[in-house]
């Protein structure tokens, strides 16, 4: 559907997922499922905007929603720091997290007021908590190499830096950018953290450099790709001859694609003893979170888990 289309006045409720190329998600079929399954009777349309598209691509689509009676939200991906950047005006109220991270995730609309969300924190550390064993990083004193220090990155260190208990926070938490601003970033709202985890910013994009950091890991370590290799972009942030933590925690980010970092993981993981986990279950957090915000709905465990059912038959091989 063309931008011009996806802006026209809806007849019935509706949810706007603000992305590249979003016809190519799983969560355009998912949605109608799930929808049926909450009752909304809602529909999902795509609106997609070019990397860095001019503000008034952004204007567009945010006042649209504000004014259209239908257009009761929608979901920002990629665009996340872009279209708050291009609309931020236009919103009554954005969350702590959204103004901490200058990015939303979220556009909803209650009691009149145009609101933002920035869902990654609440969504990454739902994902973290569904296969972290609890106390794991008291027990191991392990730490966190997370190859790719954007939006991702610093959800993940938002979430961990807020949990309340020392045991389930890592000790310390490795970034690795090839982008000088994009560390200087998460520096920045590190600094507005209160923290005890250690941060470390390592500028690099050299596989075998990532190797080395990962080769020094203590037992029990976290390694994510949160570089979008494999997916949006060929290969793998390590090599073949990477030396995975033993007993440790690898995480691939996303579900679709080569996935090359997570097929080197697998082909290490009875040796290592490694405990593999893809992006599925982050990216039903991040849509049931959005969701909720949208339709106004309490999204229960057991709902969650209704909704993960509903939309198993539905994830790419
Ligand atoms: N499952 C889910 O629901 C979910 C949720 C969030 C994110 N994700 C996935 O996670 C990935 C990261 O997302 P994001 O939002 O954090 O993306 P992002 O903001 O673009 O961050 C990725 C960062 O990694 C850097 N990078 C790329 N290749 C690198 C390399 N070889 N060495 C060092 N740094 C490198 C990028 O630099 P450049 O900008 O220079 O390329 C960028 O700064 C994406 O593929 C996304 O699809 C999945």
Redesign the pocket.
């Known amino acids: 559907m063309s931008p011009a289309e996806a802006l026209k006045p809806q007849t019935i409720p509706t949810m706007y997922f603000v992305g590249v190329t979003t016809g190519k998600s799983s969560i355009m079929k998912v949605f109608p499922k799930w929808s049926e399954i909450l009752g909304l009777g809602a529909q999902i349309v795509g609106y997609d905007a070019p990397l860095h598209a001019p503000n008034d691509v952004y204007l567009a689509i945010v006042r649209h929603i504000k004014n259209d009676p239908l257009s009761l939200g929608g979901l920002v ?2 665009h ?1 720091i872009d279209l708050l950047n291009a609309t931020r005006s236009e919103f009554d109220y954005l969350d702590p997290f959204a103004r901490l991270c200058g990015e939303i995730s979220s556009i909803s609309k209650r009691d009149g007021k145009l609101r933002g969300h920035a869902k ?1 924190p609440v ?2 550390g739902l ?1 973290w908590q569904a296969f972290v064993p609890k106390g794991h990083w008291g027990r191991t004193g392990a730490h966190v190499l997370c ?9 993940i260190s938002v979430f961990v830096a807020g949990l309340p208990d020392r045991a389930d926070r890592p000790r310390k938490f490795i970034a ?4 000088p601003e ?1 560390l200087e970033h998460l520096k920045a709202i590190r600094q507005q953290l209160d923290t005890d985890i250690e941060f470390e910013y390592v500028l ?4 075998q450099r ?1 190797d080395d950091l990962m080769a020094a890991l203590p037992p029990g370590s976290m390694v994510i ?5 494999g ?3 060929p ?1 793998s ?1 390590v090599t073949d001859n990477a030396i995975w933590p033993q007993d440790g925690l690898v995480w691939e ?3 679709r ?1 080569e996935l090359d970092f997570m097929q080197q993981a697998r082909r290490c993981a009875e040796s290592r003893n490694l405990t593999i986990e ?10 049931t979170q959005v969701i909720a915000e949208v339709f106004d709905i309490q999204l229960t465990p057991e709902l969650f888990a209704k909704l993960d059912e509903a939309a198993a038959d539905l994830r790419p091989t």
């Open positions: 991906t990629t996340k990654d969504a990454s994902a190859l790719g220090a954007g939006g991702a990155a610093v959800a690795v950018d090839r982008s994009r690099n994009e050299d596989p990532n790709n949160a570089t979008g290799m997916k949006d972009r290969g942030p980010l996303n579900y694609g893809d992006g599925w279950v982050y990216f039903l957090h991040g849509w």
